[in-house]
Every structure is written in structure tokens, then in C-alpha cells.
């Protein structure tokens, strides 16, 4: 019986030492996601990529994404989104990340994936992310139904606002930086004026940089995430806002995941 008993006991040993190998190699292999990628999918956000110096809650556009707009706020009603998208700004929920595990840039990695083909030319296939200054800016539907919507259609009265997509939600960080490594885990710098920084800037657009430490930062501060809704209008059903008779409507979320391949078919 003890024979038994001492064997049980060598092959659940045998399981458990099996499983935290498997556990290390997964983590070694770099699927973990890095904690830019993680930030968006926790709090449901799409990437924007290009990274945006300026947009806002309550643009409008004609599909799902961010490729064909139909109304800008800054347009016609910049005074008055700038007043709204102050009082529906949060600053403190989203802590600061000083990123010091590497990660493997793969296709499913936020922002920085778009570029590992042209990273890989250099050798490139591990990076650290840091960034610092997240805010959000988020408009809840009772606001949206009070105070937005009744604006747009008092600005635009003859826009047709029916089937049209609207951002509901955007995440801006103050700064956001990349340091970018070999497969063996050796840093490889980008420096001012050099070719590979030329080439991503060319790839992620205005707004980017060599930094003093040979890694790849933002200038200024940048929207890097986005949730939107479809707006869909009830034609024979109306709302009173103060003397504004308005059709009724309401708001479908579309999930995050569909939003990021929406994006990887138009890149």
C-alpha cells in the first residue's frame, strides 16, 4: 500500500512540475499581453491608430471605424465640446505604467503590432511600453440624450443622425514611449535622424520621435483609444427637451474586438 501511495504521489508531482513548465513557457513566449494592450482591453477601448492629437466625444461617422467621418464637434461646436468633454474628463482612474518586462511585438499586439514587419527589418522583436498621464473621456447616455444630442440636431437639422456611429469614449496619454530589443533581449536604439526612425515615423504618422534615450516617444500628448456606438433614431417616436420635440433613439455599443479587426482589414 505504501508502494502505492508513494507512486500517486510521484505522478501528481510529475503533473504539477508539468504545468508550471507549460505555465513558464507561455510566459516566456511572450503571449502575455504588454500593459498598453492590456489597458485598452480592460477598460474596452479600440486602438486609434494613427495616434490623434485631436478628437472628440460625439463625432460622428458614416461606418463603423475612424476612416469615413460625417461630423467633426470641432467644426461648428467647439466651444461647446470643449466645456463637455472638460466636465466628462477623468484623469485618475488609469494608473501610470514604467513597463520593464519585454515583450514579442506579434500581429494581436496593440499600436506597435501595425509596425513588425517594418520593425523586423532591423532586427527588431521584443519592445518595453511606458506610459504616463491617461486620461478618459467618457459620455454616459443620459448625457449624450440631455445635453449632446440635442445639440447636434440643433446645429445640424438636416443631417440624417439614423445608422451613423459616434464616439462614446476616447483614452488620451500625455506620453507614450517604446524601447525596442533583439531576439536576444539586446536593446536596439533609435536614434535622431536615423533611417529606422524615419521609417516609423513615416508608419505611425506626425507626433513621433527618437527620444534622448534611443527609444521611440510621442511629442505631445495623444488620443490612443476609442469606443463607439451606433445611433439608431425611432422614426415615430419622440422625445421633449425643453421646447425641442426630438425623435427618440438609442445607442448599440460596438464591441472593442470588432472595432480592432475593422481596423486590421482597412491597415
Not at 494592450?37 to 486609434?48: H, R, S, W
Not at 483614452?171 to 533581449?185: H, I, M, R, T, W
Not at 520621435?209 to 500628448?221: D, I, K, M, Q, Y
Request: net charge neutral; with cysteine; proline share 4%.
Amino acid at each position: 500500500m505504501l508502494d502505492i501511495a508513494n507512486s500517486r504521489v510521484k505522478v501528481t508531482n510529475r503533473i504539477k512540475i508539468i504545468v508550471v513548465g507549460l505555465f513558464n513557457m507561455f510566459l516566456l513566449s511572450g503571449c502575455a499581453s504588454d500593459p498598453l494592450t492590456q489597458t485598452l482591453k480592460k477598460y474596452n477601448y479600440a486602438p486609434i491608430i494613427p495616434l490623434r492629437a485631436t478628437a472628440n466625444v460625439g463625432d460622428i461617422y458614416n461606418t463603423k471605424g475612424l476612416l469615413d467621418p460625417y461630423i467633426f464637434m470641432s467644426d461648428h461646436l467647439s466651444d461647446y465640446i470643449t466645456q463637455l468633454m472638460e466636465q466628462i474628463k477623468d484623469d485618475a482612474s488609469i494608473p501610470d505604467v514604467e513597463g520593464e518586462k519585454q515583450f514579442n511585438i506579434g500581429a494581436e499586439t496593440d499600436i506597435i503590432g501595425i509596425a513588425e514587419f517594418e520593425l523586423s527589418a532591423y532586427g527588431i522583436t521584443k519592445f518595453k511600453v511606458r506610459f504616463s498621464g491617461v486620461v478618459q473621456y467618457i459620455i454616459s447616455q443620459t448625457m449624450f440624450e440631455d445635453k449632446l444630442y440635442p445639440k447636434i440636431k440643433e446645429t445640424y437639422p438636416d443631417r440624417n443622425l439614423d445608422k451613423k456611429f459616434v464616439i462614446t469614449a476616447l483614452l488620451k496619454v500625455s506620453k507614450l514611449e517604446y524601447e525596442f530589443y533583439n531576439k536576444d533581449g539586446i536593446k536596439v536604439s533609435v536614434k535622431p535622424e536615423s533611417q529606422i526612425e524615419k521609417v516609423l515615423k513615416a508608419k505611425f504618422g506626425a507626433g513621433w520621435n527618437a527620444s534622448e534615450n534611443n527609444n521611440l516617444t510621442t511629442t505631445e500628448p495623444r488620443f490612443i483609444g476609442y469606443r463607439m456606438a451606433q445611433l439608431n433614431e425611432h422614426s415615430y417616436s419622440y422625445i421633449t427637451k425643453g421646447t425641442e420635440r426630438l425623435q427618440k433613439f438609442e445607442l448599440i455599443e460596438i464591441p472593442a474586438e470588432e472595432l480592432r479587426k475593422i481596423m486590421k482589414l482597412e491597415k
